[in-house]
């Protein structure tokens, strides 16, 4: 039953001293913000969390508390669908005040801390959650709402931590029991399913999703899973022969582009964020809402000011360069980012720092094939690991190594595709964060 | 007219999670481009292999798909009856560990039998081995290449007598002991991705040779030659 988005009677006490010391650490937190702002280091939001967590190592679990919580995990998509569900239930409280959001991105302890120390009277928090952290926040935070988007290889030399990753979830949506969070998850995805074949309640969603290849195994036996339709086909569906694992019914769906509530109204999105993954997170952001009361055409009402959630699609300039810039962070992100390419020519940006995944033999699960008769300017610290591929790939192409000048000059806007290190300095470089 | 080369690659969705689908992709360009009738076939579980491939390909993967490749490949038959016949089997990472005598999964080292085609056993090692390497393959006709690729992989290898090690390392882990890789007969197995042929012509070459019987064309790609001499100064530079 959805639960009316009421003002609790009082945030959960903290007992003076705690209070205190929680109180010192934040100040702390704002003034090395503050500082990290001023030499021009980004928002601050993640010194801010550290900075609290060394004076207070318990301010994530006292700022977690006390708060009616809806987070928001999975592989690719977080940081959009977290907007999305945000302004869906900004649209469905009086004020919009009442909700907390870690906007920026920042989805460790520290970001999560940080956000929610600059609002201490808002009593609704929207979490984007990296994976790593769904456990604490299911254990400390007590989450109402969870939703799990989708669970693809991110990076390949993290790969093997994929599924003790999901086996961490459900040991504490296990533990957690009816105290635990209602999940809302993608139908979709056999390794999302199995995490979350512990909790209580569940919320499915059938997305309409173009890649399956990091599913080919049960999750919970390890039999080969049989798919029945197309991949990314309205009709597919997968199936374990080896145990009892299966696709479950949705009482949400995405088809062709549309959502389909429970009641069976099909809504067209009409999203300012482009692609159909997007459609994707809005059907689980509106199931999300739901869950906490926020009827769906109000939810949608709020997700259509969703523009470019923490630089996501923004247009940017670069001199004279008008360009888009569309993040993708592994190779399923690229497989739903390669078609929203319109422009000719095309910017890829590739780097393989920590946050981008070291190997980059991933290039060569993406079918840059497609692309072929484009122009791709390949660049970034890998552009020529991207070159070789796009060789092997027919695609015509040239190296400018240094972002900076792919994107000098252009006449027409470009689109550019970027992992996530040359991402975040192209939106920098454009003064968007 | 001859008929196309076949390049097979085996079970993609159950060892291809590390782009290592991309050394067929390369074989096939390699001979399309020296005008060399090729075709990939991608095998899936379930489907039988064709028994009429020049040359088979298996990639990394998880454990349990392991120990699922190696029942099914044991099941099919027709890879152990196409390298009777003298195909070439190219193994990476988890692949090469399955052709292996034995193998280990889990956590608690259960040990698995492998396809018993390359004299090696594999183990856990002390840590997970995971960067940049960088190896050293004496060729057949006794010149020196080097192999870049990414390694990353929790089992060590130990080649036994039938087999030799395939490279030396020079930067990285590779079986554990100073060597990389096996080869027996015509197979040969190695650790590193990248995928390891796309970052390696020679080896990519070598391959074919071997699967066709006869030389081929040098294939000079300049971009290439510029992506291995930075991933050499890489890897030499963070030694
Ligand atoms: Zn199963």
């Given at each position: 039953?959805?639960a ?64 009616r919580i809806a987070a ?70 007590a989450p109402e709402v969870l ?34 969070p209602v ?108 869950v906490w ?141 | ?239």
């Amino acid at each position: 039953m959805p639960a009316p988005l009421e003002r609790h009677a009082a945030p959960a006490g903290l007992r003076f001293a705690a209070r205190l010391r929680l109180r010192a650490a934040i100040l702390a937190g704002d003034a090395a913000a503050l500082g990290s702002r001023l030499a021009g280091k980004g928002s601050g939001a993640s010194i801010r969390g550290q900075v609290m967590t060394r004076i207070d190592p318990l301010a994530f679990r006292k700022l977690v508390k006390g708060r009616r919580i809806a987070a928001v995990s999975g592989t690719n998509g977080k940081t959009t669908s977290t907007h999305l569900l945000a302004a869906a239930v900004r649209a469905g409280v009086r004020d919009a005040d009442r909700v907390v959001t870690n906007a920026d991105g920042a989805n460790l302890h520290y970001g999560i801390a940080s956000a929610l120390a600059k609002a201490p009277a808002a009593d609704l928090a929207v979490l984007e959650t990296d994976e790593r952290v769904v456990k604490d926040l299911i254990t400390h935070g007590a989450p109402e709402v969870l939703v799990f988007l989708n669970f693809s290889r991110d990076q390949l030399d993290r790969h093997h931590e994929i599924k003790a990753l999901a086996q961490a979830w459900r040991e504490a949506l296990g533990d957690a029991g009816t105290s635990g969070p209602v999940i809302v998850a993608n139908a979709d995805d056999p390794l999302v399913v199995w995490a979350s074949g512990t909790a209580h309640e569940v919320v499915w969603v059938a997305a309409e999703t173009l890649w399956s290849a990091d599913s080919a195994l049960c999750p919970a036996c390890g039999t080969v899973l049989t798919r029945t339709g197309g991949a990314g086909a309205d009709a597919s569906h997968w199936d374990c022969p080896g145990c009892d694992l299966t696709e479950p019914e949705a009482p949400w769906r995405v088809v062709g582009g549309r959502i389909v509530d429970p009641a069976g109204t099909a809504w067209d999105p009409e999203l300012r964020v482009p692609g159909r993954f997007n459609v994707n997170n809005a059907a689980c952001a509106l199931a999300a809402a739901a869950v906490w009361g926020v009827p769906v055409e109000t939810a949608l009402r709020g997700m259509r000011t969703v523009e470019a959630p923490a630089g996501r699609f923004a247009t940017a300039t670069f001199g004279t360069t008008t360009a888009r810039l569309i993040l993708a962070k592994n190779p399923a992100g690229w497989a739903e980012a390669l078609p929203l390419l319109e422009t000719d020519p095309v910017v890829l940006a590739i780097d393989s720092v920590a946050a981008d995944g070291k190997d980059v033999s991933w290039l060569w699960d993406v079918e840059y094939e497609q692309l072929a008769g484009r122009r791709v300017i390949a660049t970034g610290p890998r552009a020529h690991d991207l070159a070789v591929r796009l060789t092997y790939a027919g695609v015509e192409h040239t190296v400018v190594p240094e972002p900076g000048e792919a994107l000098a000059g252009h006449t027409a806007p470009v689109d550019v595709i970027a992992t996530y290190t040359p991402f975040q300095k192209l939106l920098k470089m454009a003064g968007l964060r | 007219m001859s008929a196309p080369v076949e390049i097979v690659l085996v079970y993609q969705s159950l060892l291809g999670i590390y782009g290592d689908r991309g050394n067929a992709a390369v074989l096939v360009k390699r001979l399309q481009w020296r005008g060399i009738e090729a075709a990939l076939r991608i095998v899936e579980p379930g489907q039988e292999v064709p028994a009429t491939g020049s040359v088979y390909l298996l990639g990394g993967g998880e454990d349990a798909a392991q120990v699922s490749a190696v029942s099914a490949l044991k099941a099919d038959g027709n890879l152990f009856r196409a390298l009777d016949r003298g195909a070439v089997l190219f193994a990476v990472c988890a692949g090469y560990q399955i052709c292996g005598r034995t193998f280990t999964i889990g956590e608690r080292d259960e040990v698995i039998d492998g396809l018993g085609l390359l004299d090696v056993t594999t183990r856990r090692g002390p840590e997970r081995a995971v960067g940049e390497i960088l190896t050293r393959w004496a060729r057949p006709d006794g010149s020196q290449s080097l192999i870049t690729g990414f390694e990353n992989h929790g089992g060590f290898t130990t080649v036994g007598p039938d087999a030799a090690p395939l490279a030396t390392v020079e930067v990285g882990v590779g079986n554990g002991d100073g060597s990389e890789g096996a080869v027996q007969d015509n197979v040969i197995g190695t650790y590193p991705h990248g995928p390891v042929l796309a970052r390696n012509p020679d080896l990519a070459d070598h391959l074919l040779e071997r699967a066709l019987g006869h030389g081929l064309d040098p294939l000079p790609l300049p971009e290439l030659d510029t992506l291995r001499a930075q991933r050499f100064a890489h890897v030499r530079g963070r030694r």
